[in-house]
């Protein structure tokens, strides 16, 4: 049974700095995965994702700022947030499937990843 745990959320001040992490069990082989976020009133957005090559994207307001990585060791994706800026406030899924992207946009769509996390709460203040 394919599961994954986020951990990590909280509130920071604007400029400063969070580690969300998701611990993935039960899947066979190394799948897609991204960080996706949600806002009150907003659609859920892909922020980072990362291929099962290794392959990464980011959604163009956080690139330079986030950071996707993942330790095969310990089944664990992280996402690394630095600069933290009040719009990056939300609930932060992370998520897995097996999607065959055509190309690297393919990895932010939230429609094409299977398996998702019960997500963690962000909340910058500015």
């Known amino acids: 049974q394919e599961q994954l745990v986020e951990s990590g959320g909280g509130s920071v001040q604007a400029g400063g700095s969070l580690r969300i992490s998701c611990v993935l069990s039960?899947?066979?082989?190394?799948?897609?995965m991204g960080w996706f976020r949600q806002a009150p009133g907003n659609e859920r957005e892909g922020v980072a994702a990362?291929?099962?090559?290794?392959?990464?994207t980011y959604l163009k307001s956080v690139k330079g700022r986030f950071t996707i990585s993942l330790d095969n060791a310990k089944k664990t994706l992280y996402l690394q947030m630095d600069n933290l800026k009040p719009e990056d406030t939300g609930v932060y899924y992370c998520?897995?499937?097996?999607?065959?992207?055509?190309?690297?946009?393919?990895?932010?769509?939230?429609?094409?990843?299977?398996?998702w996390g019960q997500g963690t709460q962000v909340t910058v203040s500015s």
């Open positions: 990362r291929d099962k090559l290794g392959f990464i």
């Open positions: 039960g899947f066979a082989d190394t799948p897609d």
């Open positions: 998520a897995a499937g097996y999607i065959d992207a055509k190309s690297g946009s393919w990895l932010l769509l939230p429609n094409l990843y299977n398996f």
